[in-house]
């Protein structure tokens, strides 16, 4: 089973190569919003796709980066338990389901009470 949920993470187009990379994680789930948010709070390398992406990834696994399982870098789209949080990196926003936020706007987002009402409106 788990809860799955995948981070699409959009980087600047460089001529014919895919310009998105999606992070999978399994048992991350909801928490993935907080994740996002104390990454881009350390408000490191937002102009940088490829390092932006790593902090992303690396906040989100934290110390499970030796686990086999769990998390997963691809560049297609894996079949969560929730929608996506997307990460545009040149547009410099997040969203999740119907809602966008600049990153900004993201680091002072309550993501617990984000999280409670997405759940009474499901």
Known sequence: MGDRINMRVIQEKYEDNPNEVWLYC???????LQKVQNALAKK???????YLTRIL????????????????ISTYYRYPNH????VNI?????????????????????????????????
């Open 44 to 50: 490191q390398r937002w102009g940088d796709d490829s």
């Open 57 to 72: 990834f690396c906040t989100v696994i934290g110390d499970r980066w030796e686990d086999e399982t769990g998390f997963g």
């Open 83 to 86: 929608d996506d949080v997307v």
């Open 26 to 32: 399994h048992w991350t789930g909801m928490d993935l």
């Open 90 to 122: 040149p547009e410099e926003t997040v969203s999740f389901g119907e809602k966008s936020w600049s990153f900004e706007e993201f680091i002072e987002l309550d993501c617990n009470a984000f999280v409670e009402g997405y759940y009474e409106s499901a």
